[in-house]
């Protein structure tokens, strides 16, 4: 069967495209790869908080029910994801992994695990996080240190006893910090010494601020876009920073290399450790993506604001895709809007 488009990626930036294009009564279906509505979400670790606020954790035409200006965990948005593709009646097919997306005649061909589908359009929206990003070092550490990546990571029963490293300077990893800290010895190595910003201010989110201020529709070729992806993400709230000034968790330099019993860091001290939990993020592959012009040399995608050279395919869901807040929950579905104009407008 020929669809008129196909989204590639049930999640939030999928969900977000669906929501356009079935206002704009156009047909589609859409394809994900795992079993049900939210899954990605429920498969994080247990203590996990977003630190956004409700006001901006929510998708188009369906607010997030609680104090809007508090911060839902990931349960919360497990089933504000479900509950969102159940009110608009999305045509999921779960459990369709995509192997290939080749170019034909008249559109697209896609490869996937109940069998292949062809598309007038393609929508790619399996986001940034896809494949864990875990140090080549990690193969050469001592094979009694238990290790897991943060998509891995629930809750710290997972763990040995004793001591735990925790590699990573972004969110995730001072979360997963703070929350270790409370029942064992824990480590924290990050390149640099973290930013803190505090989850809210005067009331209202950080967030609030940052898009009252603008800072979240800074577009990714303007001067303070690029000052802010130069600066990387803060961390959010100042729980990691108390925890760091009472000595509940102990900050090092980046992780460079292993040593008989643990890890070695990049001032040569060493640290014996038994657990370690790699908050490194994630690589994207899109090696699947497999036709002329749609990858760069480096095997990331050529788009300009979501759109690629390759005609009728696009993006939605990519860090700054157009702006600061394209890969957050507030911002993808702006992103998502704009890319259904522009397929409305070829259509003509």
Known sequence: MRWDTLIIGAGQAGMAAAYWLKKASVPFIMLDRGERHGQVWEERYDSLRLFTPRTHSALPGLPLEGDPDGFPDKAEMAAYLAKYADMFEF?????????????????????TAQGDYHARQVIVATGPFQTPRIPELAASLPADIVQLHSSSYRNPSQLQSGSVLVVGGGNSGAQIAYELSHTRET??????????????????GMFWWLDKLGLLRASSTSFVGKLLKRQGDPIFGYELKQAMKYGKV??????????????????????????????TGFASDYGWLQMKGALNDEGGVQHSRGISPVPGLYYVGLPWQTHRGSALLAGVS???????????????
Request: aromatic share 6%; charged share 30%; proline share 4%.
């Open 334 to 348: 702006e992103d998502a809007r704009c890319i259904v104009e522009a397929i409305l407008e070829k259509r003509g």
């Open 250 to 279: 102990k900050l090092h330099g980046k992780t460079v290399g292993g040593s008989e019993s643990g890890v070695r860091f990049e001032d040569d001290s060493e640290l014996q450790v038994r657990n370690i939990v790699w908050a």
């Open 187 to 204: 480590h924290l190595s990050m390149s640099k010494r973290p930013r803190h910003l505090p989850m809210v201010l005067g009331g209202k």
């Open 91 to 111: 045509p999921i097919r779960y459990g369709a992994e995509v192997f290939a997306v080749h170019q034909e005649e008249e559109g697209f061909l896609v490869n």
